[in-house]
């Protein structure tokens, strides 16, 4: 039979904690989570940006280039 270890609060140096020093944390979390959101939502919007916009950027950069390849000779493999 395995047996569970509980840790009981108050335990520590830190035990009492003013209610400004509560609230302070509790704004770090809200912080913290906001940014931890917003830097999920950029970057799933920059992988679907990257993914659908390189071939288009290249193509772009390839009519733009120098000697003026048509656009058939920018698609052929050869």
Same mark, same amino acid.
């Given at each position: 039979?395995? !047996?569970?270890? +509980? *840790? %009981?609060? $108050? =335990?520590? =140096?830190? @035990? =009492? %904690? /003013?209610? +400004? +020093?509560? &609230? &302070? &944390?509790? /704004?770090?979390? @809200? +912080?913290?989570?906001? @940014?931890? &959101?917003? /830097?999920?939502?950029?970057? =799933? %919007?920059?992988? @679907? #940006?990257?993914?659908? $916009?390189? #071939?288009?950027?290249?193509? #772009? #950069? $390839?009519?733009?280039?120098?000697? %003026?390849? !048509?656009? !058939?000779?920018? *698609? /052929?493999?050869?």
């Amino acid at each position: 039979m395995a !047996s569970r270890v +509980a *840790l %009981k609060a $108050g =335990k520590g =140096k830190n @035990v =009492k %904690k /003013s209610a +400004a +020093a509560g &609230e &302070e &944390e509790g /704004s770090v979390a @809200v +912080a913290a989570k906001f @940014v931890k &959101e917003w /830097s999920t939502w950029t970057m =799933k %919007k920059a992988k @679907v #940006i990257t993914h659908y $916009g390189f #071939i288009p950027l290249v193509i #772009i #950069i $390839g009519m733009n280039s120098d000697p %003026k390849p !048509s656009l !058939s000779q920018l *698609l /052929s493999p050869v």
